[in-house]
């Protein structure tokens, strides 16, 4: 399997004070995990920055332009709650942004088979005009306008296995039945939405709450009973993964109880899907993952199943 890995140094750039969870160091702890020997053949490049056009498919010019003049020169600044500026995140969120893009480019056009971003700030809590939760652009919706604009494609799938339900995400696509979004989240957690009884305009949003407690044996009968058959009738042309890693027992985030393991089943239950309808296209994006060395073992068994390991 040809798997492309993106980052960048920048993502450092994005400063976050010291009890914060969301750390730059998240990356660093990632990139160690791929380097042995059973990641040589990964393709490695590094992110690029997000093009006004494909930023502003999701989110308006003047909310761009409002986060990049909000960033402080120096120290941070709090855009909301717990949503923090530096000098450096600006450049760090169109690099995200820009890399969720640059995988859509080499998976849409087959130079490679699948993807995953390890990229900071995540995505999936911000909407169009709103940061929230450590997110200030919604990768996983540019990827999906991307695909559509720029590739042809036609229907997107994104499957969100973070711990927290990716409310942004599901408002921007809650009237877009071109767009089909499922979500695997524990239940009551932060941001407090994602119920079962949220549908989207057409069925295309699919929420799965799960109760605290719940472990990788819950939480893959849910994606093999719910999810996945879902994903399959929608007939996508792409499947992008909102790939969160909090629903680790070690995350200090959520009280889901996954293991490293169970990524790699996850990972592998969603490739199967995606080889039967969308010619195994996966562009996976990073979003939480909070407890550093749990993230890194997670994150590496997701990588490697991507690799066909
Ligand atoms: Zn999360």
Request: charged fraction near 20%.
């Amino acid at each position: 399997m040809r798997t492309l890995f993106l980052s960048h140094p920048r993502y450092r750039d994005h400063l976050a004070p010291e009890n914060h969870p969301e750390q730059p160091d998240r990356i660093a702890a990632i990139e160690r995990r791929l380097e042995g020997e059973a990641f040589q053949h990964l393709i490695r490049d590094l992110a690029r920055a997000v093009t006004d056009t494909e930023i502003q498919r999701v989110h308006p010019a003047g909310y761009v332009e409002h986060i990049r003049i909000q960033a402080p020169n120096d120290g941070l600044m709090s855009i909301n709650g717990d949503t923090i500026l530096s000098n450096g995140t600006y450049e760090a969120a169109r690099l995200a942004a820009g890399a969720a893009c640059l995988a859509v480019d080499e998976v849409m056009a087959g130079l490679v088979d699948n993807a995953f971003s390890a990229a900071r700030p995540p995505g999936h809590h911000a909407s169009a005009r709103q940061a929230m939760g450590f997110c200030f652009f919604n990768h996983a919706a540019i990827a999906a306008r991307h695909a559509q604009a720029a590739h042809g494609a036609e229907r997107i799938a994104i499957v969100d296995f973070d711990v927290h339900h990716g409310n942004g995400t599901q408002n921007i696509f809650y009237s877009d039945e071109t767009v089909f979004y499922a979500s695997l989240h524990q239940a009551h957690l932060f941001p407090g939405t994602g119920e079962a009884s949220e549908t989207g305009i057409a069925g295309n949003i699919l929420n799965v709450p799960l109760g605290a407690g719940a472990d990788g044996a819950v939480v893959l009968a849910a994606m093999s009973e719910a999810v996945l058959p879902a994903v399959a009738a929608f007939r996508p042309d792409l499947l992008v993964l909102s790939a969160g890693f909090d629903a680790h027992y070690r995350d200090p985030l959520g009280d889901l109880n996954l293991v490293e393991a169970d990524y790699a089943t996850l990972t592998r239950s969603l490739m199967e899907v995606a080889d039967r309808v969308c010619g195994g296209r996966i562009v996976s994006l990073l979003e939480g993952g909070y407890d550093i060395d749990a993230l890194g073992l997670s994150a590496a068994a997701h990588v490697s199943a991507l690799m066909g390991h």
